[in-house]
């Protein structure tokens, strides 16, 4: 990752939630992002659901904010891949996308059979692929597909031209990826990353969950050696500032979390750049 390119910074919708997409929007736009990322279907139960469809006035009102503030959403999430269930059912969430100019898709998958999770995702490509979007899967340590070669499995035996592994370099340090084959994996197979910082590793898959979905760090408060990391990694590839942070967003306020990242990570990238010269 040498060089002094400087890639698209965008701010994930975690990192603020429970903010509207409009609220994100906002920040995002205050703190110096490129892009933003939206959450429109919720990963818990008990998180807000946008009316975001096409036609109402939240739709309208986020196309006149992005537009006000030339940004644009880097990706959309999180669409569950389950089993004998058709992607199809996101139709709606997939033409707002559309019509938003989003084009990536968070994808999930908590299935231990990999040829069932390959058809799921397949499926999801081909749905996806209607509006002009692509399917990232992510893997996590607490999850059944858990590190980086599980899902890039996933992904070849999926065959689809719109499917890409989604790297967070949090689950990278937790499920244990070396360095190495962060530089060998094709990386043909990646749209954006997903960067943060994080504490040592806790012992059970509980609190790993707890803390991946609450309480991360920024990049450089940790122990993740995002160097290392992104020296193995495209330049010019987006990064998502994934820093959900829920005791000190309470604190200091979204703009200033939003301005938090964005320093934190800017000095990170410099870093790189100073390293190499």
Avoid at 53 to 59: A, I, Q, Y
Avoid at 228 to 257: I, T
Wanted: one cysteine or more.
């Amino acid at each position: 990752m040498a060089g002094a390119i400087m890639p698209k910074l965008s701010l994930a919708h975690i990192s603020l939630l429970p903010a509207s997409p409009v609220e994100m929007i906002d920040a995002a736009a205050a703190a110096g992002f490129d892009c933003v990322g939206i959450r429109l279907e919720p990963a818990l139960a008990d998180e807000a659901r946008f009316p975001v469809t096409p036609g109402s006035p939240m739709m309208r009102e986020i196309a006149a904010r992005l537009d006000a503030a030339g940004l644009r959403i880097l990706d959309v999430e999180v669409f569950r891949l389950i089993s004998g269930q058709r992607f199809a059912r996101y139709r709606g969430v997939l033409e707002a996308c559309a019509l938003l100019d989003a084009r990536e898709l968070l994808v999930t998958c908590n299935i231990a059979d990999e040829s069932d999770a390959a058809d799921l995702l397949a499926d999801a490509a081909d749905v996806a692929a209607e509006y002009g979007l692509f399917v990232n899967l992510e893997f996590m340590p607490f999850f059944a597909v858990r590190d980086l070669d599980t899902a890039l499995r996933i992904v070849a035996r999926a065959d689809r031209a719109n499917a890409a592994v989604l790297v967070d370099v949090l689950h990278v340090h937790r499920a244990g990826v070396p360095v190495a084959d962060l530089a060998a994996f094709d990386k043909r197979r990646m749209r954006y990353i997903q960067l943060c910082d994080g504490a040592q590793p806790p012992a059970d898959p509980e609190t790993m969950l707890f803390q991946a979905r609450y309480e991360r760090l920024m990049p450089g408060e940790g122990v993740i050696p995002l160097r290392d990391y992104l020296r193995q990694l495209p330049r010019d590839c987006p990064l998502s500032l994934e820093v959900p942070m829920r005791s000190r967003l309470a604190e200091v306020g979204a703009l200033e979390l939003a301005m938090q990242a964005m320093r934190t990570t800017r000095a990170l990238l410099l870093s790189l750049d100073d390293a190499a010269s």
